[in-house]
């Protein structure tokens, strides 16, 4: 048989209605609280700036000072070798001869022609064996090239001119190099002569190469 306890005797009971009531009280003061403070009063001051004073105050105005010009350089008279000469004459006294015709038009380039286009090919006078014999006559071959045993082979482009005389000359093929073949050939060269070439009826200058062998005997 169960036994009931007395509310009055029970701590359980008695502890509950204890935290119910705190609670009820709590609540209480919260919403008075609340209520008495739902209204904000902000108080608010405003600070006047301290003013501040702009003074203006004038500058001069720079003055350019224009300074005289240098002085000219002083001229050094020279003694004239002409004893005789009128220190008293000026520029109206001279007598230019100027005239208004214009100078005279310079003369026409020269027409250098090609060598397959010319109608009469330059002959070189004395042939081949000319510059053979220039060469041996002169002792052009190249002394270390002669000391070594080795021949030498140049071939040598230059312009033969109305009057006949090789000009312009350039090394277009020298073998071997850098032993003086070019250099002997082309000093050999300058000495021939030639037969000048004909265009429509008249000598011009044109375009040629030659070969130079140069053999030890």
Same mark, same amino acid.
């Given at each position: 048989?169960?036994?009931?306890?007395?509310p009055?005797y029970?701590?359980k009971?008695?502890?509950?209605?204890?935290?119910e009531?705190?609670?009820?009280i709590?609540?209480?003061?919260?919403?008075?609280?609340f209520?008495s403070?739902?209204?904000?009063?902000?108080?608010?001051?405003l600070?006047?700036? *301290?003013?501040v =004073?702009?003074k203006a105050?004038?500058?001069p105005?720079?003055q350019?000072?224009?300074? %005289? @010009? /240098? $002085?000219?350089?002083?001229?050094?008279?020279?003694e004239?070798?002409?004893?005789?000469?009128?220190? *008293?004459?000026? =520029?109206d006294?001279v007598d230019?001869?100027?005239?208004?015709?214009p100078?005279p038009? %310079? @003369? /026409? $380039?020269d027409?250098v022609?090609?060598?397959?286009?010319?109608?009469?090919?330059?002959?070189?006078?004395?042939?081949?064996?000319?510059?053979?014999?220039y060469?041996?006559?002169?002792?052009?071959y190249?002394e270390?090239?002669?000391?070594a045993?080795?021949?030498?082979?140049?071939?040598?482009?230059f312009?033969?001119?109305?009057?006949?005389?090789p000009?312009?000359?350039?090394?277009?093929?020298?073998?071997?190099?850098k032993?003086?073949?070019?250099?002997a050939?082309?000093?050999?060269m300058?000495?021939?002569?030639?037969k000048?070439?004909?265009?429509?009826d008249?000598?011009?200058?044109?375009n040629?190469?030659?070969?130079?062998?140069?053999r030890?005997?």
């Amino acid at each position: 048989m169960a036994v009931k306890k007395d509310p009055k005797y029970d701590l359980k009971f008695r502890y509950k209605k204890r935290l119910e009531l705190c609670m009820i009280i709590t609540l209480l003061i919260f919403s008075i609280v609340f209520l008495s403070s739902k209204e904000f009063k902000f108080r608010t001051e405003l600070k006047r700036a *301290d003013q501040v =004073i702009i003074k203006a105050e004038d500058i001069p105005i720079t003055q350019q000072v224009k300074r %005289p @010009p /240098p $002085p000219a350089r002083p001229s050094i008279p020279i003694e004239s070798e002409d004893a005789d000469l009128d220190e *008293d004459i000026t =520029i109206d006294d001279v007598d230019w001869e100027i005239s208004d015709e214009p100078p005279p038009p %310079p @003369p /026409p $380039p020269d027409e250098v022609v090609d060598f397959f286009s010319v109608e009469q090919k330059p002959e070189l006078i004395g042939g081949a064996q000319a510059i053979k014999d220039y060469i041996n006559s002169h002792d052009l071959y190249p002394e270390m090239a002669r000391t070594a045993g080795i021949n030498g082979d140049v071939i040598v482009q230059f312009i033969v001119g109305p009057d006949g005389i090789p000009k312009n000359f350039r090394v277009v093929q020298e073998r071997p190099a850098k032993l003086g073949f070019g250099e002997a050939a082309i000093k050999a060269m300058q000495n021939m002569r030639f037969k000048p070439g004909k265009q429509r009826d008249r000598y011009v200058s044109v375009n040629m190469q030659q070969v130079i062998n140069f053999r030890i005997k």
